[in-house]
């Protein structure tokens, strides 16, 4: 890499983008190419795909060959930023990586980079006590008045950078603006303030800070002043209420708080509820979400149902409410605390009664996990997929979430940034598994439970420990007393410290006898202490130091006390692999009818062997899963054990493809072999229906493709796998793709199926097609047309030439795409499949339209149309339509574009698919603009924003703003 000329390059992004080799300023070219040269600085040596660049610079309307484009763009900033470079040798600066470029940023320097350098040395000054040095250090940084970031550089991707970078220099000023104040500069910061506050009425977090500095100042009515015009404009302009922070200022203010605390500020990211950031925005990064695209707000609650019967705990309780500062606010500082210990000591119970309490002190919501830690079939869950639960909680579309532990972790990060979140991570194996959910600045809380001491937390994150011990004979009387009532416990003393002791003082225990005692209101006390007595001893697998604590005899006479098919249930349930089970997959492991199986699980749940966690949703306590699976080794034969699970496969089959089946009816179907289990499988009214199924049995049934290839079900795992392709494609479930059909595909190839592994390798394809792998996308699909050609399948043939054709149309080869069109088209002619060639022709038809030849484009439309209408298809004539609409759009004839959008929307409504129906808005919403009808625009966003809201898809932030704009 020569060296000249590199040292020497500085950019500026803070203003208008500009750059500099030594003294001489060099010109960027078009704003386009200024576009991409911003995304590349502002990702900070990050890889960005073509696609995503392609998408930052125009959005969802790209020009002819803006891939090409790009690609030009980058060859000129190459030339200009290295012109002694040796031609063909690789660039030193602007690097290819995969499918995107990088801009290494250790031979070039920016103000952003001086900016960000600045305010992470004074955040730790300040969290040092130095404050007067982060005051010094801030003041070097550039101000939001000193011009718009990355000014005149035109793109979503810019404008969302824009965003983002105002509101951290606003946050930085607001940092150094509390510093001041905690410095007793309040004098000195009030004329700042005012101009802050009359430039961001709506902030309150800069209202807070004026309010302090001018009580601190004696200005007591002028403060009360500031409050109540702040409050008018609220309430005027978004219709709200002053926050609780901002309130309780007033309120000491009104008292004349001679104690009234100086504001802790919580970081350069502000927490403002201004419109602008009353949304988190992630900093554009590439391995966060994609250029331009944002999380929309949303204020989960995932904390579990308080025991209604907790007791206790109070010195435990107390030391926990001391991590936290007094009053209702939220923690200054990072606070993590771990609750170790064994199992049974109620950790779990004890971390959400305490969340409960603390909840309202985090007004931005509650994060729930169970990360099965100790899960005895080893499938604990991995961080990325918490971190992607969480994301999807917090707002973020599942088709935004981005590959990779470290992309999803930062995303994360990020949208935490701003909000103060508590967050529970219940059942935790080790550090490791914690590590990449923790916040990355103040403001939340997270409480974490584990078996496990987890010394990396408290030595690397300051993590606050505490291992809660067994209950003392006070509290054990006291939970007896709850559950059995003060007549009963109170009449047999010596029976319930007998008790007591037996069930080592294990809140797990003692609820499960306690269940027992009480479904049997005539046993005497004694006689249960009597047969804990008699079976005590037996439960290895929850031993500790001493024989006090062996609570085997708890389980095993509990277990005992269960009717024979309660008992051969609770056995067969410890085969299920996924996270939670449904009373109609306990029903296919039973091989018993529905009704009696609902009675067998209420069984269960009031012997609290099971719990109950959602209506119809089943999971064990980990100790009782162990112990159910040992039962089920020793208690059943091999044979019956490979007989309920084969009764379980075959529902999740079934159901899997009788739910595709339901999206996609028209779709070749895949034959299923035949069933000699008896097992039901679930079936559909609608899609509304097939789709609830699959989006809560997500996570179930990607653990069902993995458990059956692991247990020799392999004809199970690729044709499930094959019947989830339609679910998890439409949604953007691309990485669940990918998992599945590698899988599918070992399997396939494990018992010889060559048309199973042309589905896999299918799946595949498509999969990596649309995460932008176009290398193995293209070498998948290639070899699975190969596999339907070898085999004589023409629907595969066809499946996979317009997978080809797709992957061809993103990666730019519309030649190449409507040759592959061709030959689907003409295998499904020659099978007769009408419905399949209308597909064929819609798909055409978009690729001339992206050609730019509509005519042609709305004749094959016409002719695809003409298909569906007689088939009685509604999902493929509303696609067309949509298609015909663009098409004419794009003709300059808007009525008939409008026409044609508003039968498609109603089509999609009334099929129920609202992220279509909302699609299609969006594109009648661009119709009426382009005839002046912002009017008609604006009914079709607002509806179009109302479904993608209802959905929580990603693509609501854009239209949003597509709406403010409308409406300046």
Not at 187 to 213: F, G, I, K, S, Y
Not at 439 to 458: A, E, F, H, M, W
Not at 641 to 662: C, E, I
Not at 849 to 855: N, T
Request: charged share 20%; net charge negative; glycine share 8%.
């Amino acid at each position: 890499m020569e060296e000249s000329g590199l040292e020497a390059l500085r950019f500026s992004l803070l203003g208008p983008l500009r750059a500099w080799r030594g003294s001489d300023e060099l010109a960027l070219g078009s704003p386009q190419q200024r576009a991409v040269l911003a995304m590349l600085l502002v990702s900070r040596g990050r890889a960005i795909g073509v696609a995503d660049l392609v998408d930052g610079v125009w959005g969802a309307r790209p020009p002819r060959g803006a891939v090409a484009v790009v690609r030009t763009y980058i060859s000129r900033l190459r030339k200009l930023f290295e012109p002694e470079r040796t031609p063909g040798r690789p660039s030193g600066l602007l690097v290819s990586i995969g499918d995107g470029y990088a801009l290494r940023t250790d031979s070039i320097s920016s103000d952003l980079a001086d900016f960000e350098e600045a305010v992470t040395r004074a955040e730790r000054r300040r969290v040092a006590g130095d404050g007067a040095g982060a005051v010094r250090l801030l003041r070097t940084v550039p101000a939001t008045g000193n011009g718009a970031a990355l000014a005149g550089v035109p793109g979503p991707y810019a404008e969302s950078a824009r965003t983002d970078l105002a509101e951290r220099q606003l946050g930085a000023l607001e940092l150094r603006l509390s510093l001041e104040l905690e410095l007793d500069r309040h004098e000195a910061a009030v004329p700042e303030l005012l101009a802050l506050r009359n430039a961001h009425p709506l902030r309150e977090a800069v209202v807070e800070l004026l309010l302090t500095a001018l009580y601190q100042c004696g200005r007591q009515a002028e403060a009360l002043d500031v409050y109540a015009s702040t409050r008018r404009v609220l309430v005027d302009e978004l219709g709200i209420e002053p926050g609780p922070s901002l309130r309780a200022v007033h309120a000491r203010i009104l008292a004349g708080d001679p104690a009234l605390a100086r504001l802790t500020f919580h970081g350069p990211t502000g927490d403002a509820r201004a419109p602008h950031s009353s949304e988190a925005v992630p900093s554009p990064e590439p391995d966060g979400p994609s250029p331009g695209r944002r999380a929309k707000a949303v204020n989960p609650a995932q904390l579990p149902a308080d025991h209604a019967l907790f007791i206790g705990r109070r010195m435990e309780l107390d030391y926990l409410a001391t991590l936290l500062p007094e009053g209702n606010g939220p923690p200054s500082a990072a606070v993590i605390a771990v609750i170790d210990g064994m199992a049974g000591t109620g950790k779990t119970t004890l971390a959400v009664h305490w969340a409960h309490r603390i909840a309202h002190r985090f007004p931005d919501g509650s994060l729930y996990v169970n990360l099965r830690g100790f899960d005895p079939h080893g499938s604990r869950l991995l961080p990325g997929s918490a971190i992607e639960m969480f994301l999807v909680a917090l707002g973020v579309g599942p088709q935004a979430v981005p590959e990779g532990l470290d992309a999803q972790a930062a995303l994360y990060r990020s949208i935490l940034a701003d909000r103060r979140v508590l967050i529970v991570l219940d059942n935790a194996r080790d550090a490791e598994q914690v590590r990449p959910l923790l916040p990355g600045t103040p403001g939340s809380l997270v409480i974490v439970t584990s078996r496990n001491r987890l010394g990396g937390l408290v030595a690397g994150h300051g993590a606050h420990p505490l291992t809660p011990g067994l209950l003392s004979a006070e509290e054990s009387y006291e939970l007896l007393s709850r559950r059995l009532g003060d007549t009963r416990v109170d009449a047999e003393p010596q029976a319930v410290a007998a008790i007591t002791e037996l069930c080592a003082r294990l809140p797990l225990a003692l609820a499960i006898v306690a269940a027992r005692a009480a479904h049997h209101p005539g046993f005497k006390l004694a006689d249960v202490a009597q047969e804990l007595r008699s079976h005590h001893g037996s439960l290895d697998a929850f031993v500790g130091d001493d024989a006090g604590t062996d609570a085997r005899a708890v389980f095993s006479w509990s277990y005992q006390a269960l009717s024979s098919e309660a008992a051969g249930l609770f056995r067969r349930l410890a085969l299920h692999p996924g996270p939670d089970i449904t009373t109609v997959a306990a029903t296919a492991l039973a091989g018993a009818p529905p009704r009696r199986v609902r009675v067998l699980l209420t069984e269960l749940t009031g012997a609290s062997l099971l719990i109950e966690h959602a209506p119809g949703r089943f999971v064990f306590h980990d100790l009782l899963r162990t112990y159910s699976g040992e039962l089920a080794e020793t208690e059943d034969s091999e044979s019956s054990r490979g007989a309920a699970l084969l009764r379980m496969h075959d529902h999740f089959l079934r159901t899997a493809h009788n739910a595709s089946s339901v999206l996609d009816p028209f779709r070749e179907t895949i034959d299923l072999p035949p069933s000699a289990t008896g097992s039901e499988p679930r079936r559909f009214n609608d899609r509304a229906q097939a789709s609830t199924w699959l989006r809560t049995e997500r996570y179930v049934l990607s653990a069902i493709v993995e458990h059956a290839a692991a247990h020799g079900f392999d004809e199970h795992a690729w044709r499930t796998a094959a019947g989830l392709d339609v679910y998890f494609n439409r949604l953007g479930f691309w990485h669940d793709l990918l998992k599945i059909n590698s899988v599918a595909l070992a399997s396939a190839r494990k018992i010889g199926d060559p048309i199973g592994q042309a589905y896999a390798l299918c799946g595949l394809g498509v999969a990596h097609s649309q995460l932008n792998h176009a290398e193995p996308a293209l070498e998948y699909l290639e070899r699975s047309l190969e596999l339907f050609r070898s085999a004589g399948n023409p629907f595969g043939q066809a499946r996979g030439h317009r997978a080809l054709a797709y992957l061809a149309n993103r990666t730019d080869g519309r030649g190449v795409a409507l040759e592959h069109y061709a030959q689907a088209r003409a295998l499904f002619r020659a099978e007769a499949d009408r419905n399949g060639e209308a597909g064929v022709l819609n798909q055409v038809a978009w690729t001339y339209i992206l050609i730019g030849d509509h005519e042609v484009a709305l004749n094959c439309c016409r002719e695809s149309l003409a298909l569906y209408e007689t088939m009685d298809d509604p999902y493929g004539v509303a696609s067309t339509q949509d298609t015909l609409g663009y098409a004419y759009h794009h003709l300059g004839q808007y009525p008939e574009a409008i026409v044609q959008f508003e039968r498609s929307a109603r089509l999609f409504a009334e099929i129920g698919d609202r992220y279509l129906e909302s699609d299609v808005l969006r594109h009648l919403a661009d119709t009426h603009r382009a005839t002046g009808d912002k009017g008609a625009a604006r009914a079709a966003l607002r509806s179009a924003l109302a479904l993608l809201e209802e959905v929580g898809h990603s693509d609501a932030e854009g239209v949003s703003a597509v709406l403010s704009d409308l409406d300046a």
